[in-house]
């Protein structure tokens, strides 16, 4: 079986784009000075081409075996109909350098896998974070609980997050002269998608307590008898 056949389980569901060989950028920005065997810029010239034409994304890891491309993942709204967001923690501007990054991220691998989502790991030392959800709101909080749990400021680190328009460059790409991207063990973790949550309700008094359990009381019976 060919190799690109092993990358399929982890895109099913997600709308995959070649990038131009060694690099980030998508095939739909113009960039003469890298290669495209293909012309696929010629082809796509924007993204609103390429999802007409609804590329399969075995189409997309073709290019890769055989002609070098890397490969991206368009966020937003997947060919299933989910809305995938992927928060990109850029650590090497946190930290000062890719051996800071990587330091960093080697030493914090507990906390990364408790986010219990797929994660990738980029050759300069970032980290992808990714999560179906209805809106970045759900992101947010469900960070911000993590962020309580785990003693680290998750949404300080974040570069910023990638919804409808953006995309990510995702294994098996290589940033040239870098290194590669590459799934948090393997990738077996699936993509968590989060449920809205509801915004905490603040502590009670006691006497806001028990003037609720009088007027729930009230209520029961119908309203308190003169």
């Not at 890891?61 to 997947?78: A, M, P, V």
């Not at 970032?126 to 809106?135: E, F, I, L, Q, R």
């Not at 040239?176 to 449920?195: H, M, N, S, T, W």
Request: glycine share 8%.
């Amino acid at each position: 079986m060919p190799r690109y056949k092993s990358w399929e389980k982890f895109y099913e569901n997600n709308w995959l784009v070649p990038l131009y060989q060694g690099s980030k950028y998508v095939i739909y920005i113009p960039k003469p000075e890298l290669p495209d065997p293909l012309k696929l810029s010629r082809e796509f010239r924007t993204e609103a081409d390429y999802l007409i034409r609804k590329p399969t994304n075995d189409w997309v890891l073709h290019t890769w075996k055989d002609f070098g491309y890397n490969i991206g993942c368009l966020t937003g709204r997947q060919r299933d109909g989910r809305i995938l967001f992927v928060q990109d923690l850029d650590l090497n501007k946190k930290f000062g350098s890719i051996e800071a990054a990587r330091a960093w991220r080697r030493a914090h691998i507990s906390e990364l896998r408790d986010l219990e989502t797929r994660v990738t790991f980029t050759p300069s030392g970032g980290v992808h974070v990714w999560n179906y959800a209805s809106n970045q709101r759900t992101i947010d909080l469900f960070m911000e609980g993590k962020s309580e749990a785990h003693g680290i400021d998750w949404i300080g680190l974040r570069e910023l997050v990638r919804c409808s328009g953006g995309m990510v460059a995702v294994p098996p790409s290589v940033s040239a002269g870098v290194g590669e991207y590459f799934f948090l063990d393997g990738g077996k973790q699936p993509i968590r998608e989060l449920a809205p949550e509801e915004k905490p309700r603040p502590k009670q008094k006691p006497d806001d307590f028990m003037g609720e359990f009088l007027d729930l009381f009230d209520s029961k019976r119908g309203g308190i008898q003169s």
